[in-house]
């Protein structure tokens, strides 16, 4: 029986049956150091975790003026419209559009047509982003009519959204609206617009007023500053001072 014992007393002191150990000191020190790396690293892997914030893409505008390279579209008051928008407006565009925070504003290369871009040679509305792009084309109305007076705006869809609604109500502050239409014309008989209607583009054509009839082409040379203003703010949607 004594032997029995002393055998497995031995085999218990070296690890042959499963028995509870006290911990000592030193090890339940090691324990807890080895607990608080543990909850450090976690910690840290939980601070690198954070999400990233997402950087929004601001709209990018485009403001075309029209005709141009050898077009010089409507004539009247001594000038062409390819000329005044180029001469006149662009500048006065340009002073206020370089105060826009929230989006950018850029300018096609006034040297250029875009329709003949276009149409001719496969480029200008085939070679703009779909994405955050809207195009925006400044034009000058004409007419044999003396009486053919104001301004519309040719919209993209068949409704007029809220842009739309700012840019007339700058025709009419200034100018006065094209009374047949009552500021808005929805086409689709412009080539240069189907192209970018069929490729998903946002635009808006912006006839300011008829450079053929005397009292819009005075109130339009009157206000070209607070036109300009006016437009660069509708279009945006930002307060520029």
Known sequence: MKKIMTALAVSALSGGLFLDQPVTTAQAARKTSSSKVTVKKAATKKTTTKKKKKVVKKHHYIFVMGHGAGDPGARGNGTSEATYLRKHLMPKLKKYAKHVKKSTVTFYNPKHNIVKDTLVYHRGSYKISKKNTTVIMFHLDASTSSRAHGGHVIIHKRKPNARDARIRSVIKKYVGLNRSNGGYSYRTNLRNCNVLRRRGVD????????????????????HLNKIAKGYVTAITHEKIK
């Open 203 to 222: 635009y808006d054509l912006i006839e300011t007023g008829f450079i053929t009839n005397h009292s819009d082409y005075k109130h339009i040379n009157k």
